[in-house]
Structures are given as C-alpha cells and as structure tokens.
C-alpha cells in the first residue's frame, strides 16, 4: 500500500510568535518543539513536503535593511524572502534530522529555494495587505512608517504591523522536482513564506519582484502538484471559530467544502490572516485534495485523532 502525502503549511508563528524577541536561539527551540509534534506524520510513514510562513522573519530582514541603509546597500524583498527560506529551512531541516536520527530513521531532509511565477499586474500589488515584521502601538508605527515610508494597518485592536504586496500564485516553479523527492520519502522543505515572486518579463525572462506570496495558497497548489491526500494548515489557533470574537462564537470542528464555501461568502472570517486560509483549503480540496484540518503546533495529535482542529472535506 502507498504511503500517504501530505502538504504541511507551517504559520511563521511557528518559530516566532507573538511577544517573542525572534533571536536565534529561541527559533532553534521553538523549531525543536515544532518539529518534535510533526514527527507524528514520520510515525505515521506519511510522504512529506513542509512550506512555512516567513512575516516575522522577513519583517526583521527589511527593516534591518532600512535602518542601515546609509551604511549598507539595503537589499530587496525579493531577496530577503530568498534569504529567510534558506534561514528557515535551515533551522527546520536542521532539527527535523535530528528528530529523525533520535527515531533512527532513514529519511533525509532537503530545502529548496523555491521561485514562484505571479502576474506583475495582480490588483494585490498596489493594495498591500499582506502583515509581516513585529506588531507595534499606533503611535511606535506612525514613526516607522513617517521616516522609512511603510504602508501600515491595524491587525488587530492595537496591534500594528506593516503590510506589502501579496499577490497570488500562478505557477510554482521546480514542481516535478519537488514531487519526485517527496515519492521516494525524502521530507521536503520547499517555497518558504510562499516562494520567491517573479514574473516572466517581455522578454521571456524570469525577473524577481517586491512581493510576499501568501503560503497557504502555494501550499494548495503544491499540494495538488504533489497529489497530496491531505493538507495541514498549521498556524496559532486551535480552530476556525463561527462568529469570532463576538460572544456566541463557537469553534467549528467539522465542516464540508461547500458549507464552508457558504461562510467564506459572507465575508464572516478575518482578512489578510484566516481569510486566505479558508481560499486555501477549498482550492486544495477542488482539486483532488480529501482532507484539511487546521489547527495549532501543540494540537496536532489531539487533530490526528480528531479531537481538536477544524477538520474540513468535500
């Protein structure tokens, strides 16, 4: 019997969460305590591909970039999301082999720089919505965004981020390879924060392009390049809630494709953060796809066994 393959979107948040100071060593052990509840898939024998958000990562890289920009040529987005999937998959692949040596599995683990075709025109390019970077007071941004020309908006009340471009994927590139890998059971870390934006130019060429690409998306669309049976949106909140954040708000545990549809129209989830998770999920289960859940790090085992998580099908 052929094994099982499933996507895994791992939410930035992962390796650095609200409130936390992002350094090195407390991603290292978050990325130790992350990988030690995906091991639940290796027990299982599951053929893997990983992708991981980047919005805090990426925000620290451009905003190092902004503050010694008199000194150093900053560097673009482009890039810094090029750097951030080689940090990240470092960490990540790092400690999952590890996990895999303490199991004595032998599976390897590879992380791929990823480049992902987007249309330089998509509407999303001048309309930022996508957050990255620390959360700040109102009055902490205003001075960031007056003297370093952010676009800003209010996640949630009081906490302030920064946004920049997100447009949707169209074609993620080096997907045959990143198929064949997975098949033959080797754990793929692939088109971290998304994957790098380019577009193909007037010239047939592949040019790169300021952008963050939502990674639940390109999560959806791997997972249907890789035939995955199941796609896992691993983020910092253990359900998807009807009504959120009024007071008859109750978590939804089981859902199908079409009910769920219903919800999305009716524009009830959060923009810019549960909203293209929900776009995800569908598109992922439209094509071929069986299973969805969505749940948090500490949940995934309570989730395998359908006790936590929000479990959606057709």
């Known amino acids: 019997m052929q094994n099982k393959t499933i996507m895994i979107a791992l939410g930035g948040n992962s390796l650095s969460p609200k409130g936390s100071a992002g350094s090195v060593?407390?991603?290292?052990?978050?990325?130790?305590k992350t990988m030690n509840n995906l091991s639940e898939f290796i027990d299982l024998n599951y053929n893997i591909c990983i992708t991981h958000g980047n919005g805090p990562q990426v925000g620290?890289?451009?905003?190092?970039?902004?503050?010694?920009?008199?000194?150093?040529?900053?560097?673009p987005l482009g890039i810094c999301v090029a750097n951030t999937q080689g940090q990240i998959g470092y960490m990540v692949q790092q400690t999952l082999q590890n996990e895999l040596r303490e199991k004595s599995v032998d599976r390897e683990v590879?992380?791929?720089v990823t480049q992902v075709i987007v249309d330089k025109d998509d509407q999303s390019i001048n309309n930022p919505t996508k957050f990255i970077g620390p959360r700040y007071t109102k009055t902490e941004i205003d001075k960031f965004a007056a003297k370093l020309g952010w676009s800003i908006k209010e996640q949630e009340p009081g906490s302030?981020?920064?946004?920049?471009?997100?447009?949707?994927?169209?074609?993620i590139m080096h997907g045959k390879s990143i198929k064949a890998l997975v098949d033959r059971g080797t754990i793929v870390i692939a088109f971290g924060g998304g994957g790098i934006p380019v577009?193909?130019?007037?010239?047939?060429?592949?040019?790169?392009l300021d952008a963050v690409i939502d990674k639940d998306f390109s999560a959806a669309k791997m997972g249907r390049i890789i035939r995955a049976q199941?796609?896992?949106?691993i983020s910092d909140i253990d359900y998807l809630y009807r009504n959120f954040g009024e007071e008859d708000a109750s978590p939804i545990k089981q859902i199908n494709s079409k009910e769920l549809n219903a919800l999305y129209e009716k524009n009830t989830f959060q923009e810019g953060t549960i909203k293209p998770k929900i776009k995800a999920a569908l598109h992922f289960l439209k094509h071929h796809g069986e299973k969805v859940v969505i749940t948090s790090i500490d949940n995934i085992k309570k989730a395998l066994n359908q006790k936590s998580g929000t479990i959606i099908r057709n």
Do not use: C, H, Y
């Not at 060593?25 to 130790?32: D, I, V, W």
């Not at 199941?230 to 949106?233: D, G, P, S, T």
């Open 110 to 112: 590879v992380t791929l």
């Open 25 to 32: 060593t407390e991603q290292f052990s978050l990325a130790r």
């Open 60 to 75: 620290d890289e451009l905003l190092r970039m902004d503050l010694t920009s008199d000194t150093i040529p900053p560097l």
């Open 230 to 233: 199941e796609l896992w949106i």
């Open 199 to 208: 577009f193909n130019n007037k010239d047939n060429k592949i040019e790169g």
């Open 160 to 171: 302030w981020r920064r946004v920049v471009p997100s447009p949707m994927p169209e074609f």
